[in-house]
């Protein structure tokens, strides 16, 4: 492990443009639950009931079922890897962070350039007369196992911006995570299974430019011949050494 966290520092040191891209398993660590695997939120709930698109607009009671098991994430912290990232980012070594996470945790931590693909929670529309709410706000609501609705019109339909199944990526901000990907020289990948497209092809825009990539995670995943460097266990364990390194040099 010390070798690979020296190795994983001297590609850092050594890159003009090195970029994040960040998946569940580093707000895990956090305590948001994930949503695939043995203990995942799809095994409680079916995806395509609880955030579709076309569910929502006719069953919204579904998607806020649902939002009762997640709410637990709203009391969440960054842990140590989403405040080294941030360190990272004050010293200039590193560019950007490409999150397929909504819990704006790297943004409490103090990283500046994040770039959301599938949104996040901070705010929620009124779907029937556009009234805009904070996340929190409905949050109590949700605690008290009840569900929210708009206090101007009554309705059910209250989203918040994050896409759902059936929708499309924030097109400005996807074009945004491509040219990240492009320009990097090395990017780090963490907590990613890399199994969602198109968020998954994002580390591939690198390796196709001749970058660099970098795989933290719990697990090896199942694309180990894309990486350059693999490193197995907890991001905040490992990026504080890894930070550490880079910025002691």
């Not at 397929?100 to 009124?126: F, P, R, T």
């Not at 390796?207 to 933290?216: A, M």
């Not at 266990?233 to 040099?249: F, H, N, T």
């Amino acid at each position: 492990m010390k070798e690979k966290i020296k190795k994983a520092a001297q590609l850092i040191n050594s890159a003009n443009y090195p970029v994040a891209f960040t998946g569940a398993g580093i707000s895990a660590e956090s305590g948001v639950p994930t949503f695939r695997g043995p203990d995942g939120l799809w095994n409680k709930h079916d995806p395509q009931e609880a955030v579709s698109l076309s569910s929502f607009r006719n069953q919204p009671k579904k998607f806020w079922q649902f939002a009762r098991d997640l709410i637990i994430s709203s009391g969440a912290s960054p842990n140590p890897g989403h405040r080294a990232l941030a360190r990272l980012e004050k010293q200039g070594k590193l560019k950007s962070i490409i999150t397929q996470n909504i819990d704006m945790l790297h943004q409490e931590a103090g990283s500046e350039k994040v770039l959301e693909i599938h949104g996040s929670l901070q705010k929620v529309d009124c779907q029937d007369c556009s009234q805009v709410y904070l996340w929190q706000e409905l949050t109590a609501t949700l605690k008290k196992d009840k569900l929210p609705r708009c206090d101007n019109c009554g309705s059910l339909r209250l989203k918040p911006r994050i896409v759902f199944f059936g929708e499309r990526l924030p097109e400005d901000i996807l074009q945004k995570s491509w040219a990240e990907a492009k320009r990097a020289d090395l990017m780090l990948v963490i907590g990613s299974s890399l199994e969602v497209y198109p968020a998954a092809g994002i580390p591939e825009l690198t390796r196709q430019n001749s970058g660099k990539l970098i795989y933290l995670n719990a697990d090896r995943g199942s694309r180990t011949q894309l990486f350059d460097l693999i490193i197995t266990g907890k991001a905040g364990k490992v990026l504080p050494k890894i930070a550490d390194r880079v910025i002691q040099k």
